[in-house]
């Protein structure tokens, strides 16, 4: 199930007294308002100090030094030790006895643990200035609202997006990163406050919306124009293409409808290997007329993936929108030979033969048992399972001679990072909107494209090319639309995105999948 929440609904219920076991490390440590002493704990003081001095006169030998009873160290000294402690630990020691109740009142404890746990770097002795504690500021804004830190993807329809709430000084602020303008891939992310919430005074925290157009209203021309100078960085006489005009128009009046209450879904980056072919993460890719999208590159062993974290109305967000197999690479011909479209479909239509093969006799091999001494499908190979001897009779231009074939097969493996580059140029006929592409690649893999019509209609794969240009770029050539897409890495850093282990990465991946399909 899927990770939402809303804004109007994050942070936890208030409970009743008898429910203290159970609250906030810093709700409880902060109740001011039960007595400084108990007879209770007075008795549990002076039991324990007894204690300590029975011990430490007993026959332990000569050389044993005397014991120390905890409550009896200085009040400095314990505060350096529970300032030590994570904040989820001082609840219950405000409960041992009036003494450590008093101490876990010092602000010192809490200003180091909101810089330790939440990189709170501003200076917070300020706070003093407001009334405000830094114990309050622990308790009541950011353990309150940690759950909400890191990245999410708000449900808007097939577009989605990206936000990532971070703790920034003394607030939470939910930032929503944007793509760059269309084309320029290899330019920044934009980005821009969706909300924040900040702790002013020594009440409850407060959420305030910092986006959208201000509550309910009826959209107008000049609040259109200015949607599309933020959003594309273009005035409407700019687009001339009628198609684009309508792709744009749907978006804004789509976006304008969820501008008061979204639901988002929690999203992690993905975990990296020593052995990926590049480090995966976040990219924005060039997509025709719905412009730039942001997509994520993640590995899972013999293949990788690609999925949109942003879309549009043919593919929508969360949807796998390229799929690479890194068990078959493609060596591109010579630069001349590659400027003929029909030279790379032949090559590339070759290697989803043999993959077509290679699935086929998987599956024979299952049928057939494990008798027969077959390789298991689920062990690992380092090369197809059979060489092609005749080339499939619908081939555009059927190889007779050997180049042609070692163009169809798996060449061998190479290293990712070795530096080397071949010269590369698009094939005449494919279109793409950043003619700005590297112009070397160090390597090329078959893959497959999801394509749809609109409205995720009749949703296929076809064949393409994955392109590698370096660690930051690579590119994808979509055969049946004689489409090129360049891809761009996002370099922005984003805090508490990290996935608490493999299995919830996928699991995260089919949920934002499965709200799509």
Not at 31 to 41: F, M, Q
Not at 268 to 285: C, Q, V
Request: aromatic share 8%; charged share 25%.
């Amino acid at each position: 199930m899927a990770v939402c929440a809303r804004l109007c609904g994050v942070g936890p219920s208030r409970g009743c007294r008898r429910r203290q076991q159970r609250r906030g490390p810093a709700e409880t440590a902060a109740a001011d308002s039960e007595p400084d002493t108990d007879p209770e704990e007075e008795r549990i003081e002076a039991g324990a100090a007894a204690l300590s001095g029975a011990l430490g006169g007993r026959g332990a030998g000569p050389q044993s030094p005397p014991r120390c009873s905890l409550l009896e160290l200085p009040p400095e000294l314990l505060v350096e030790i529970f300032a030590s402690l994570p904040g989820t630990d001082l609840p219950s020691l405000a409960q041992v006895c009036t003494k450590f109740r008093r101490i876990l009142h010092t602000d010192t404890i809490w200003r180091r643990r909101c810089r330790e746990e939440y990189g709170v770097c501003e200076n917070l002795r300020k706070l003093d200035i407001t009334g405000v504690s830094c114990r309050d500021v622990y308790a009541k804004l950011l353990h309150r609202y940690r759950h909400i830190l890191g990245l999410w993807q708000p449900d808007i329809g097939p577009y989605g997006g990206l936000l990532n709430v971070v703790v920034d000084g003394l607030f939470i602020i939910g930032w929503m990163y944007l793509p760059p303008h269309d084309p320029h891939v290899d330019d920044p992310m934009r980005f821009k406050p969706l909300f924040r919430v900040h702790l002013m005074e020594r009440k409850s925290a407060t959420v305030e919306c910092m986006y959208g157009h201000r509550g309910p209203h009826n959209g107008h021309i000049q609040e259109f124009r200015t949607w599309l100078r933020e959003e594309w960085g273009r005035t409407l006489e700019d687009i001339f293409h009628e198609h684009m005009q309508e792709l744009i128009l749907m978006k804004f009046i789509y976006t304008s409808q969820y501008d008061n209450c979204l639901t988002y879904r929690r999203i992690y980056l993905p975990p990296s290997h020593p052995d990926d072919l590049i480090r995966p993460g976040l990219f924005k890719g060039t997509y025709g007329s719905h412009g730039l999208e942001i997509v994520m590159l993640s590995f899972h062993g013999k293949r990788a993936r690609g999925t949109k974290i942003t879309g549009d109305p043919n593919i929508p967000a969360g949807q796998q929108t390229v799929e690479i197999d890194l068990m078959h690479r493609i060596q591109l011909p010579d630069v001349e030979s590659l400027r003929n479209f029909n030279e790379l479909s032949r090559i590339v239509l070759e290697v989803r033969e043999q993959v077509r093969q290679e699935q086929q006799q998987q599956e024979n091999g299952l049928e057939d048992g494990e008798g027969r001494g077959r390789q298991s499908p689920r062990e690992p190979q380092r090369g197809p399972a059979q060489p092609i001897v005749e080339p499939p009779a619908e081939k555009v231009g059927a190889p007779g001679d050997g180049e042609a074939a070692a163009a169809a097969a798996p060449a061998p493996e190479q290293p990712a990072h070795s530096g080397q580059g071949q010269p590369f140029v698009l094939p005449v006929g494919v279109s793409s909107r950043n003619e700005d592409y590297p112009r070397t690649c160090r390597m090329c893999f078959y893959g497959t494209g999801l394509i749809a019509g609109h409205g995720f209609t009749s949703p296929e794969r076809t064949p393409g090319v994955f392109i590698l240009f370096d660690e930051d770029r690579f590119g994808f050539i979509w055969l049946e639309l004689k489409s090129f897409s360049l891809y761009s890495r996002v370099q922005a850093t984003f805090r508490n995105a990290e996935a608490p282990s493999p299995q919830a990465f996928e699991e995260m991946l089919k949920n934002i999948q499965s709200l799509t399909s």
